[in-house]
Nanobody, 125 residues
Framework: VQLQASGGGLVQPGGSLKLSCEIS????????IGWFRQAPGQGREGVSC???????TYADSVKGRYTISRDTAKNTVYLQMNSLKSEDTAVYYC????????????????????WGQGTQVTVSS
């Protein structure tokens, strides 16, 4: 499985961005896809996840502001980010891994084994 994240950029506080994670080399069954972020000097944290059945999970820090979705026909998972704050600044990654582990621990990095390259999101005025 290969993952390609895109859509990052510079946005003012309160603005919006939509990230995309294009998935290739997978089976016909939908995969669980997670979004993670890593700010400078900090560890990688789980932001959101969409299960193989389409069920979303969100970290408390983004709940109500971020929306994860999937376009099966395009083999792409999206992360719509609204009301962005300076503390959302980070490199964002998408990942996939064990269905069992990601169901039990959807926002834990250890549940994921295949990672895309990151895309930079900078929230600044």
């Amino acid at each position: 499985v290969q993952l390609q994240a895109s859509g990052g950029g510079l946005v003012q506080p309160g603005g919006s961005l939509k990230l995309s994670c294009e998935i290739s080399g997978f089976t016909s069954d939908p995969l669980t896809i997670g979004w993670f972020r890593q700010a400078p000097g900090q560890g990688r944290e789980g932001v959101s996840c969409i299960s193989s059945h389409g069920l979303p999970t969100y970290a408390d820090s983004v709940k109500g502001r971020y929306t994860i979705s999937r376009d099966t026909a395009k083999n792409t998972v999206y992360l719509q980010m609204n009301s962005l704050k300076s503390e959302d600044t980070a490199v964002y990654y998408c990942a996939t891994g064990s269905t069992v582990m990601s169901t039990m621990y959807p926002l834990e990095t250890s549940s994921y084994s295949s990672w895309g390259q990151g895309t930079q999101v900078t929230v600044s005025s």
